[in-house]
């Protein structure tokens, strides 16, 4: 659908042409597909028309026809079909595809595409084969068990989407040659210990050295071990159980 998509401009790891984010750089010309993250058209029902590929991300997603005409692209979940009817809002059913508010999912149900304030839009839980599971309630708060195994809170009006992301054999899948690799705008990586000093903290030294330091650096300098999360950031108190890394 030539509406929903736009070119997407090439960074290759740079801002204002300094590398900020190494091993980027190629790949081939990209749409941008926009995915409709927030499902903002409530008690409409939506018919699946194809599930499509998304160069920009690991999972599938599925262009839908709402009954008043209009077009939007959704992440696929796992079991969606076409010809399938998706609907948002609170009176929609407890099946896969469908955005309800966490106040109406019951505890256990698998979600993904979590809103962290409501209205934003999805943020948590969006790659191929993830999937998170309502923990429990509290007063005011609904308990979620996130892929990384962290139990968080999350306000009862954000909205999620029932099932587990579409496309689980992503993480299986084999990369034949390194030809697709740089087709997909991601360049070599080299190991820090087998550069030079100029070129990574942890080059130098006479021979299979190793590191050489005390403890391990990111090329900028800056340390990488340990909990490099913020000391006091905004989400901890909404933490109930997990590392904050």
Not at 28 to 46: E, G
Request: with cysteine.
């Amino acid at each position: 659908m030539k509406n929903l998509m736009a070119i997407l401009s090439k960074k290759s790891g740079r801002s204002k042409g300094r590398v900020t984010v190494r091993h980027q750089g190629g790949r081939q010309k990209r749409y941008l597909r926009m995915i409709d993250f927030k499902r903002d058209k409530k008690d409409i029902s939506a018919r699946v028309e194809a599930i499509e590929y998304d160069p920009n991300r690991t999972a599938s997603i599925a262009r839908v026809l709402y009954s008043d005409g209009e077009r939007r692209y959704t992440l696929a979940p796992f079991g969606l079909k076409e010809g399938d009817f998706v609907t948002s809002g609170k009176n929609s059913a407890l099946t896969s595809g469908n955005s309800l508010p966490l106040s109406l999912i019951p505890v256990g149900t698998v979600i993904h595409n979590i809103e962290i304030n409501p209205g934003k839009g999805g943020q948590l839980v969006k790659g191929a084969g993830s999937a998170a599971t309502i923990f429990g309630r509290e007063e005011g708060a609904i308990l979620i068990k996130l892929p990384s195994g962290q139990i968080k809170r999350f306000k009862p009006d954000c909205y999620a989407t029932i099932g587990q992301v579409g496309n689980p054999e992503k993480k299986s899948k084999n990369v034949k040659k390194a030809g697709i690799k740089r087709r997909l705008g991601i360049r070599p990586t080299v190991r820090g210990t087998a550069q030079n000093p100029r070129s990574h903290p942890h080059g130098g030294g006479e021979g299979r050295s190793g590191v050489g330091m005390k403890y391990p650096k990111t090329p900028w300098g800056k340390p990488a071990v340990g909990k490099t999360r913020k000391k006091r950031k905004y989400s901890d108190k909404l933490i109930m159980k997990g590392i904050r890394l």
